[in-house]
């Protein structure tokens, strides 16, 4: 630790016993881990918050009361949490076994409510989870209130879902079934609705310092001129009038959805104090939500700003002090980059891989895999005490993200093929299989997103609506197709729950005032009991999907190899068949993924098979199958093997 940290350290430490001197006497182990604790992660804690907030006045003063927060936190940590903790501190690779899995839905939309949720383990269970992520479930605006995303207190539940100790059980309940809980920290921005905007509203000025007010359009206008507009059909810019303080308001996304001034140390202390609120409730992994956003500077995008991996990094140390089981999940869905810099040990453990799933969905309407295959190969590498979480689709719309130059490279000129992809997943494209939605079209940029669920992306609605078995038949294996790769590139796969059973578009939202402006409800549709009631019908759509997935998560959980982050890309001399090796320390085996993107047959060469799988005779886990590097394998329309050389 440098002199200065522990300077601050042994000022703060006696001080910190005195406050906390019974406490301490009841419980001398606790007390001890903790203060061992703290010292081991002082210095991160520290180095970040002096950067930040060091030539304030009351720097100080916010340093202590966010040490005094975590000793409080520590301290009323439940025994089962603290237990866990030291489980993970004794294996902190534990969630890149192959063993992980996760899953993501609405509490309301897939079960009613938090019990419903409850009651649904087994079927969690069934499926092999051992993650699963609840969408903001805390009180929030009636109406409009971006599926929860604009939070009014992060310590009440939504009243329609239950209450903090109904999250609280469940969070229990879904540990003793092996399922750790994750929850969104939306700490970005606060709803409208939050008593700190209410008093920001009242003319309160410590809170109207909680958030970014301008008494003009002057630095609005210039910070307008080089920052992003993520909602453009919310408003123009990134700012909302309100009269009843003649003040204009930094909104990033919806205009009820005030970003929160982290230049502000009270900002951070106070936020700290929600964080590690949450941990105590027993949720396992917070997803980071809109990471990017949350530190702002003129004359740039306001994006990625190294202050934003600061912040996160001392919230990081506050956890490994005080709920040293929590992982951070980051949600930068940005040039690939940036989504990499928030993720190492000391920030984010966990972050979604968008480039990943832009691509996946890009390789099948190109029916090509280079620009996926390219661009993995230069960018899936991590550090390896992370994880990527793997998806096919969230909650959210599906931006293109990828290198432009990466793209040059291939010959495509960026602006055009973005423009290609919106239209093909639109449905507009001549002959396109996809039925999606577009999100916040931008008339002025061109720009535009895409809205849906994976099977009506894939193509089951139009084959179920327009088209026949045939065309049911290959939609299934698209859906199966994305599926086999984010359970075997290696990270955490997460499901996007309905898309195992093919739920299509929900287009309901359009008669609802409150979410007809948002598309991406056409992707959230409500959990279908009838269709679940047929997921083990194999002459089903239901039951071909999931069985199989069910099937391919459990082969997952089997393999060692597919554990941790070590995948190599390699090109097996076809174009349409995405393939890559894993390998997995202390084994010394590797297995070779091979993936047909097209609806056609795919040879891959014998000599492919044996420079890349390192063997001649090999088994296919996916069918059972032996396959001889003999002969060239042919893959069938959208067939994906995962290939080990037999005897291993
Ligand atoms: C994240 C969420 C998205 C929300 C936004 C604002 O991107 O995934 O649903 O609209 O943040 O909180
Ligand atoms: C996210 C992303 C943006 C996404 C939006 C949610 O934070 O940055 O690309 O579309 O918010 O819809």
């Known amino acids: 630790m440098d002199r200065e940290a522990a300077r601050s350290l042994d000022r703060i430490l006696p001080r910190l016993g005195a406050d906390f001197t019974a406490e301490a006497a009841a419980d001398p182990a606790g007390w001890a881990a903790f ?24 720097f100080f003063y916010h340093l202590e009361r966010i040490v005094a927060l ?41 079960a009613g409510d938090l019990a419903g949720v409850r009651a649904r383990i087994p079927y969690l269970r069934e499926l092999g989870l051992t993650y699963l992520h609840l969408m903001p479930p805390f009180l929030a605006p009636a109406g409009d209130n971006d599926g929860g995303y604009a939070v009014s207190s992060y310590r009440q539940i939504a009243p329609a879902l239950g209450t903090m100790a109904d999250l609280a059980d469940l969070a229990t309940a879904l540990r003793d079934a092996g399922i750790g809980l994750t929850l969104d920290f939306v700490f970005n921005h606060t709803a409208d609705e939050h008593e700190w905007a209410r008093r920001a509203l009242a003319g309160d000025p410590e809170y109207q310092d909680y958030y970014l007010m301008f008494p003009d359009r002057t630095l609005p206008d210039r910070y307008d001129r080089t920052t992003r507009e993520i909602f453009p059909s919310a408003r123009p810019g990134s700012f909302t009038y309100r009269p009843e303080i003649d003040r204009w308001v930094w909104t990033t996304f919806n205009s009820f959805q005030w970003d929160l001034n982290y230049a502000n140390p009270a900002v951070f202390t ?41 912040i996160i990094r001392a919230f990081n140390a506050l956890a490994r002090i005080a709920a040293p089981a929590l992982l951070f999940k980051s949600e930068a869905i940005v040039h690939p980059d940036d989504v990499a810099e928030f993720i190492s040990p000391e920030e984010c453990q966990l972050s979604y891989n968008p480039l990943l799933m832009a691509l996946g969905w890009n390789a099948l309407a190109t029916r090509e895999v280079r620009l996926l295959r390219d661009s993995l190969r230069d960018r899936f590498a991590i550090d390896p005490r992370c994880a990527w979480v793997n998806y096919v689709r969230s909650h959210d719309d599906i931006g293109w993200t990828f290198d432009d130059g990466d793209a040059a490279r291939l010959g495509l000129d960026p602006f055009v093929h973005r423009r290609f992809l919106n239209d093909f997943y639109t449905g507009r494209f001549p002959g396109s299989f996809a039925r999606g939605l577009p999100f916040q079209e931008n008339p002025r940029t061109g720009d535009a997103r895409v809205a849906g669920t994976t099977a009506s992306l894939a193509g089951l609605e139009k084959a179920l609506r327009e088209e026949g078995p045939a065309e049911v038949e290959l939609a299934i294996r698209r859906v199966l197709l994305l599926y086999s790769v984010a359970l075997s590139i290696g990270g955490l796969p997460l499901l996007y729950l309905g898309d195992e059973l093919g739920l299509l578009n929900d287009y309901a939202y359009r008669d609802d005032p409150a979410r007809a402006a948002d598309s991406r409800w056409a992707g959230r549709p409500p959990f279908d009991p009838a269709r679940a009631a047929r997921r083990h019908d194999p002459t089903t759509v239901e039951g071909r999907l999931f069985t199989a997935l069910r099937r391919l998560i459990a082969l997952r959980q089997t393999h060692p190899l597919l554990a941790g982050v070590a995948t190599d890309l390699v090109d ?31 040879p891959v060469a014998a000599n492919q098979l044996r420079l890349h799988g390192l063997g001649y005779a090999f088994t296919d886990l996916v069918s059972g ?7 060239d394998l042919v893959l069938a329309p959208y067939q994906f093997v995962w290939l080990v050389p037999q005897g291993a």
């Open 35 to 58: 203060t061992a604790r703290l010292r081991a992660n002082f210095a991160p804690l520290f180095g970040h918050l002096l950067t930040l907030y060091g030539g304030r006045y009351d």
């Open 70 to 110: 975590a000793a409080r936190s520590w301290l009323d940590r439940p025994p089962a949490l603290r237990a866990l903790d030291a489980a993970r501190e004794a294996d902190p690779a534990w969630f890149q076994s192959q063993r992980q899995m996760g899953a993501v839905c609405y509490a309301d939309r897939f």
């Open 270 to 310: 106070s936020m700290a104090g929600e964080l590690l609120f949450l941990a105590n409730q027993g949720v396992e992994t917070l997803r980071l939500d809109a990471v990017v956003f949350i530190w702002k500077r003129l004359g740039t995008s306001s994006e990625n700003l190294p202050e934003a991996h600061r």
């Open 572 to 602: 097996p001399g076809n174009d349409h068949v995405l393939g890559y090796v894993r390998r997995h320390a202390p084994d010394p085996g590797r297995l070779l993924v091979l993936a047909n993107f097209t609806e056609r047959d795919q």
């Open 625 to 631: 199958d032996p396959v001889a590097a003999e002969a």
